[in-house]
């Protein structure tokens, strides 16, 4: 679990995204397998090129050995489980919009794992 002292720095790492009026959220949640820290940026309706330049802006202002940074839009159907099951939110535009933007995404994961 990431203490206080982590989400603290990782808020500060990240601190340049809260300008981008796009984003809606920064999550955070280990990476047992790696032992990395995954950050997810929720940016709705985000495009590929959005995504590209995002990422590239991401990599050349944080250490990318430190952190395993994805657009939770742009990620697949098992990190989408992760950061949904594991996550705490280190920054938000609205708390509430994003809890209700992540409720429809949780649905379709509840749903998902009673048929599989």
Same mark, same amino acid.
């Given at each position: 679990?990431?203490?206080?002292?982590?989400?603290?720095?990782?808020?500060?790492?990240?601190?340049? +995204?809260?300008?981008?009026?796009?984003?809606?959220?920064?999550?955070? !949640?280990?990476?047992?397998?790696?032992?990395?820290?995954?950050?997810?940026?929720?940016?709705?309706?985000?495009?590929?090129?959005?995504?590209?330049?995002?990422?590239?802006?991401?990599?050349?202002?944080?250490?990318?050995?430190? !952190?395993?940074?994805?657009?939770?839009?742009?990620?697949? +159907?098992?990190?989408?489980?992760?950061?949904?099951?594991?996550?705490?939110?280190?920054?938000?535009?609205?708390?509430?919009?994003?809890?209700? !933007? +992540?409720?429809?995404?949780?649905?379709?994961?509840?749903?998902?794992?009673?048929?599989?």
């Amino acid at each position: 679990m990431l203490s206080e002292e982590d989400v603290e720095a990782i808020r500060e790492d990240f601190e340049f +995204l809260t300008s981008n009026p796009n984003i809606l959220g920064i999550l955070a !949640y280990e990476l047992i397998d790696t032992n990395t820290i995954g950050i997810c940026i929720v940016y709705p309706n985000c495009s590929d090129a959005e995504a590209k330049r995002l990422l590239e802006n991401i990599h050349r202002k944080v250490d990318p050995a430190k !952190y395993d940074v994805c657009i939770f839009e742009k990620s697949d +159907l098992r990190t989408l489980r992760e950061v949904l099951k594991e996550s705490v939110v280190v920054w938000s535009r609205n708390e509430i919009q994003l809890e209700m !933007y +992540l409720e429809d995404y949780k649905r379709f994961i509840r749903e998902e794992e009673t048929i599989f």
